[in-house]
């Protein structure tokens, strides 16, 4: 298999409600301008990024572009581990985020975004990340998904999948995402969970739990000596049974994978976590709802390289 230099793009046109389509050709041009030399694919269905992820370094590539959302990375993770001929630490990541991240407010000032992300394709300074991985149960079939970013448990994956559903009718942005914030925080119960982190034994009722590749973010690549994204473990963020009111209150900060100062709040740092429930709860991994416990997660340190800037 010989080795491409070029960049291989996957551009999401439906990330961001839409944001990947409109602003593709700006960032086309910016590409083309700045003298990149790339091929590109538009994503046509779910999965598909997958898809055109191991078919690219099937084909020699080793610089894989995301233009989309965390569903868009986290497909493209998935892809490159699910792939067999080239190790996964040689693989280098771009991310120009254009996917509404959670139901954040749209990028500020565009062009001047757009173009540090392509300046910084032109340098590939990068660093090693790391990697989550679960094993879960998806239509009673037992499977293994990574995510880049974040897992949750709980509430955030009940929101997930009311998201996804919507999702699927082209019903997308931040009004629908409100709606499903708030149906899933009426509809949404408490279930009794048992965790286990490494040695660490908790049983109760849980609110929500998160697990984290370091600190989550959604527009801002980390520094290269950012210490949470390659240290080997999984943070987790457990926010226990609380009121609704207070949990409607604090909403902003639960879904965006952090605790907030209360008594029902608990944070600790593993490398091998379990999850298992009666009755069963869902997961979400990077935004997208994947199946039902039990769960058991694990890092993969300093698994592929991803770009600064």
């Not at 990149?36 to 080793?62: C, M, P, W």
């Not at 690549?221 to 457990?238: C, E, H, K, T």
Request: net charge positive; aromatic share 10%.
């Amino acid at each position: 298999m010989a080795e491409n230099s070029k960049w291989f793009v996957i551009v999401n046109p439906k990330a961001g409600d839409g944001t990947g389509k409109r602003d593709w050709p700006v960032i086309q041009t910016l590409l083309q301008r700045e003298g990149v030399v790339f091929d590109y694919a538009i994503t046509q269905r779910k999965y598909h990024v997958v898809e055109l992820t191991v078919s690219a370094i099937n084909q020699g590539y080793k610089k894989i572009l995301s233009v989309g959302g965390n569903g868009t990375l986290n497909e493209i993770v998935n892809g490159i581990f699910i792939q067999t001929e080239v190790p996964s630490t040689e693989i280098l990541i771009g991310i120009i985020h254009v996917g509404m991240g959670k139901g954040l407010k749209p990028i500020k000032n565009k062009p001047d975004f757009y173009l540090n992300k392509v300046l910084a394709l032109k340098e590939e300074k990068h660093f090693m990340h790391d990697v989550g991985m679960v094993q879960l149960f998806e239509s009673r079939i037992h499977h293994t998904r990574y995510f880049f970013n974040s897992a949750g448990v709980g509430f955030t994956a009940e929101l997930a999948h009311k998201l996804n559903m919507l999702q699927e009718y082209g019903r997308n942005g931040i009004a629908h995402y409100r709606f499903s914030m708030i149906k899933a925080l009426s509809q949404y119960r408490a279930s009794m969970i048992k965790l286990r982190i490494d040695d660490i034994e908790l049983n109760g009722t849980f609110f929500n739990i998160s697990l984290n590749v370091g600190i989550c973010y959604i527009r801002r690549q980390p520094a290269i000596d950012d210490p949470n994204r390659n240290d080997g473990f999984l943070n987790v963020s457990i926010t226990k049974r609380v009121r609704r009111w207070k949990a409607a209150w604090n909403l902003n900060k639960l879904l965006n994978e952090q605790t907030y100062d209360c008594r029902c709040s608990a944070d600790y740092k593993g490398k091998r976590i379990t999850i298992s429930a009666k009755p069963h709860v869902n997961l979400e991994i990077d935004g997208e709802a994947v199946g039902s416990s039990p769960f058991a997660f694990t890092v993969l340190p300093k698994s592929v390289k991803v770009l600064i800037g």
